[in-house]
């Protein structure tokens, strides 16, 4: 595993929050999502359906998503940055995805999420992110630069 991979991850253990930018007709919309994550190419998070992100994705299934510490001094952060494809968990993920999710949940004391929180009826889905790209700012006291990242094979 390298070194990018490593802080790649720890980025992502650290941080509860990533900002999921969709594209809502013509008009680039931004949405912070408490997420999990498997490895460094797969997000998930919980939305209702009809939020202005989910309604989104449902259209146009492309989104970008950072990850960064904001407590740290301007200048001095690292950043994870993803472009992929998302959308709705399928049912067939659901169990595998939803216990990933879950695990994160519990970890850092929210609690549990059982598939009847995310499906039938219920007002919340699974969302999963398939990231194709990341990469990195780094804080390497250099110039604003992502550093690509290569991502683990499927």
């Given amino acids: 595993m390298t070194d990018l991979v490593v802080t790649a991850k720890q980025l992502l253990a650290t941080n509860r929050y990533a900002v999921l930018g969709t594209v809502d007709g013509n008009e680039p919309w931004a949405n912070p999502v408490w997420f999990a994550h498997r490895e460094i190419d797969t997000l998930v ?4 359906p009809d939020s202005r992100h989910s309604r989104a994705i449902a259209t146009v ?3 970008a998503v950072t990850v960064f510490d ?3 001094v301007p200048g001095h952060g690292t950043a994870f ?3 992929g494809a998302a959308g709705e ?3 067939d993920e659901l169990p595998e995805l939803l216990a990933l999710y879950t695990a994160e949940s519990e970890r850092q004391g929210i609690g ?3 598939a009847e929180r995310v499906s039938g009826a219920a007002g919340f889905r699974l969302y999963v992110a398939r990231l ?4 990195l700012l780094l804080d390497d006291g250099g110039p604003d630069l992502r550093v690509p990242v290569d991502l683990p094979p499927r």
């Fill in 89 to 91: 968990c399928r049912a």
């Fill in 132 to 135: 194709e790209e990341v990469s």
């Fill in 45 to 48: 998070w919980v939305s209702r």
């Fill in 81 to 83: 940055y993803g472009r």
């Fill in 112 to 114: 549990s999420w059982g």
């Fill in 61 to 63: 299934p492309r989104v």
């Fill in 70 to 72: 904001s407590t740290v």
